[in-house]
């Protein structure tokens, strides 16, 4: 991966490879940690990051899921993250911004209490992370074997370290097999979202997107419901079976990372033109008109740096 200069960590700046913790941190041994994906992209004006806010408000309400108490406010994290960017003096298109919390070194053993948390924030430039062709012409989805877990048995809400091992084991599997990406269904055999990412569909002119009963609630996923319902297109939010996705018209999937990112195949079968459809199209060229600052009604969203 690229590196950077800096990486702020517990309220100071540290060069980028002096950011260590121990190795018997606690979040090492018990997956208790909380993460975010937020992304800067140079504008006209200079970098803006985009939905800075919910993203930090995002760990925060992940942290206290999962009994974590950051000892910084949204406020302060945001404005580490704003210095970050302006020390690290980037030059790229974009740049990733990974928060994070975790616990420390202090104890051992599953019961957490008196584990001291860690707070992080570290950027590094990060190009299309499905690829540059797949964003043009669409990437290969597979249903993988596994299912996302219940929400009796995880804490699905919460952007927690944890959940991700199900994520890695899933990708690993859609890769190993020949595709790009994987798709996890839930307990029920719905749609939930895929590795990293959420899933969008379109059928006779409808977009169609999973509720958030079993899955992150995306913001990405949210910006992309409130641009198509400002555009005119019908918006549902409803359940979608494996079958549902075979026959879809287009389909793509969104995220901090993946961004807007259309699919063409799912599990062989082609999906509409087999190509980045009209709609997939449309959307995803007014989603870089909104980060990269050239559309004023979503300005609001960008904090400039």
């Not at 964003?135 to 952007?159: D, F, H, Y």
């Not at 980045?276 to 199209?281: A, I, N």
């Amino acid at each position: 991966m690229n590196s950077a200069k800096y990486i702020w960590m517990n309220g100071e700046f540290k060069a980028w490879n002096d950011a260590q913790t121990h190795v018997l941190s606690h979040t090492l041994h018990y997956g208790n940690g909380v993460i975010e994906g937020t992304k800067a992209y140079k504008t006209a004006k200079g970098y803006a990051i985009f939905r800075l806010n919910d993203h930090t408000k995002r760990l925060k309400e992940s942290a206290k899921m999962t009994l974590m108490d950051i000892p910084y406010s949204v406020e302060e994290m945001n404005q580490a993250q704003i210095e970050l960017l302006r020390r690290n003096e980037f030059q790229g298109d974009n740049v990733y911004i990974r928060p994070f919390a975790f616990l420390g070194y202090g104890v051992m053993g599953v019961y957490h209490k008196n584990a001291p948390v860690e707070t992080v924030m570290a950027a590094w430039e990060w190009g299309a992370y499905l690829g540059e062709e797949g964003m043009q012409k669409g990437i290969k989805l597979k249903i993988v074997s596994m299912t996302r877990p219940a929400n009796t048995s995880n804490m699905g809400k919460a952007k927690a370290t944890a959940n991700y091992l199900n994520s890695q084991m899933a990708k690993y599997e859609a890769i190993d097999c020949g595709y790009e990406e994987a798709l996890l269904l839930d307990d029920q055999g719905y749609v939930a979202e895929a590795s990293g990412a959420s899933f969008f569909m379109v059928k006779n002119g409808v977009l169609i997107t999973p509720p958030n009963d079993n899955s992150l609630e995306s913001i990405t996923q949210k910006t992309v419901i409130e641009v198509a319902q400002n555009m005119g297109i019908k918006v549902e939010r409803r359940r979608i079976s494996r079958e549902d996705v075979y026959v879809a018209d287009e389909a793509f999937l969104t995220g901090t990372a993946a961004e807007i990112t259309p699919v063409r195949i799912i599990d062989a079968r082609e999906i509409g033109c087999g190509a980045r459809g009209e709609m997939t199209e449309k959307l995803q060229s007014t989603y870089f008109d909104i980060v990269f600052g050239r559309n004023k009604e979503y300005e609001h969203y960008l904090t400039y740096i």
